[in-house]
């Protein structure tokens, strides 16, 4: 039992900034982030997204230019999206399998930049290849198919395995696809290839910035309802989870971040694995847009939010502050 006031002081140990250090629970080091770049085609471009303060779009070159400075801050991964050209797009999205397309070479870009310091973690999902913006081949009333699209995930994740992705992570909510690619990747010698899993991927608002810098957003018809989660649920989120682990997942993702801490907290509490979060585009917006009107502090809001994954139980987070933040963090 916990003493009472006023034996019990709980100021006692806050008084100090030496004794709050001391009593800290929770760190966050720039080890914990992962930084989403966004790639597009050419040389020396650099694209700033509007609803995406702070957030460009970078060809190879300078995609070479922020792994090597992903490095100098100890940021351990990168997490890669790409802004295909308009005319590769196609209702099949068949691009996603071009062992020549963006996202492969900018795999090997970084490889070529910084070796084996840094991993790459790299997007499965057909939104950034597809002509109508959903994640996965349609039928004709615009239905996502499952197991069609799981076929074209497993190509897709060994085509950038074979370009040297270290972490692959399906953002496609399809069922059955962590499975799948898991057979494939051992099958063809991929073994140490791991999978994050996007388990607990929400139908959320908070994407729409994302939806610029991959260029979906205008061609998104409809929604994605009829995969990605509903926000008010949380068993739903523990049976994506137990499957995706059963299926093969290195580590699981919950995502959007700050609004979805509780779906954190089950998930770890029940299966004691490597839980990640994605504080996603919108939210990054939202504490731009704070800052901008004075509401709050740019430097206190970004270490505070990334913190409060970490106490929730995160591995760690991706997200768009991760270079600011890790600049912070060295003082
Ligand atoms: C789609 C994908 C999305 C994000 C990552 N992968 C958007 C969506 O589901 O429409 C969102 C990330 C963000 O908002 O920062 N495969």
Known sequence: MTAAFPHARLRRT????????????????????IWPLFVTDGQGIEEPISSLPGVSRWSLDGI????????????????????TQPDRRSEDGREALNSDNLMCRAIRTIRDAVGESLGILTDVALDPYTSHGQDGLIDDAGYVLNDQTVD??????????????????PSDMMDGRIGAIRAALEGERHANVQIMAYAAKYASAFYGPFRDAVGSRGLLKGDKKTYQMDPANSEEALREVAMDLAEGADSVMVKPGLPYLDIVRRVKERF?????????????AMIEAAVATGAGE???LVLETLLAFKRAGCSGVLTYHAAHAARLLHG
């Open 14 to 33: 806050r008084a100090a900034a030496w004794s709050r250090a001391m009593h800290r629970e929770t760190v966050l080091t720039p080890a914990d982030l």
């Open 64 to 83: 070479a230019e922020r792994a090597r400075e992903a490095v100098a801050l100890g940021i351990p991964c990168l997490a890669l999206f790409p802004n």
């Open 152 to 169: 074209v995930l497993v190509r897709q994740s060994l085509n950038q395995a074979a370009a040297g992705a270290d972490i692959i992570a």
């Open 272 to 284: 004691e694995v490597p839980v990640f979060a994605y504080q996603v585009s919108g939210e990054y």
């Open 298 to 300: 740019r430097d206190a």
